[in-house]
């Protein structure tokens, strides 16, 4: 069973910055993804920022040059730092790993509360 757990949610003010954390546990096989998505009220969930174990990360055109994502894979942990924060930010961020080895395996948190205030 995987666990992952998310930590570095709170409020802020526009233009603040927030740093999230997400340890997983498990067996984790050395083939996934790890990444971050977000819930706004009454919206989808979004995709917000993946990275593989080697480096390569992906991000959603709105946090592209605000947002970093980044992983320490001997500890299963991904971060993502979120600089120059919006009101439009705010949401319930998400942390998923997908696990490909022996099967694909989708794995989420449970949230943490991101709020901007302008």
């Known amino acids: 069973q995987v666990q992952l757990v998310e930590s570095g949610g709170g409020l802020v003010q526009a233009g603040g910055s927030l740093r999230l954390s997400c340890v997983a546990s498990?067996?984790?096989?050395?083939?996934?993804?790890m990444g971050w998505y977000r819930q706004a009220p009454g919206k989808q969930r979004e995709l917000v920022a993946t990275?593989?174990?080697?480096?390569?990360?992906n991000y959603a055109d709105s946090v592209k040059g605000r947002f970093t994502i980044s992983r320490d894979s001997a500890k299963n942990t991904v971060y993502l730092q979120m600089n120059s924060l919006k009101p439009e930010d705010t949401a319930v961020y998400y942390c998923?790993?997908?696990?490909?080895?022996?099967?694909?395996?989708?794995?989420w948190g449970q949230g943490t509360q991101v709020t901007v205030s302008s």
């Open positions: 998923n790993l997908v696990d490909y080895i022996p099967a694909i395996r989708n794995y």
């Open positions: 498990g067996s984790i096989s050395s083939i996934n993804v």
């Open positions: 990275i593989t174990r080697t480096g390569p990360a």
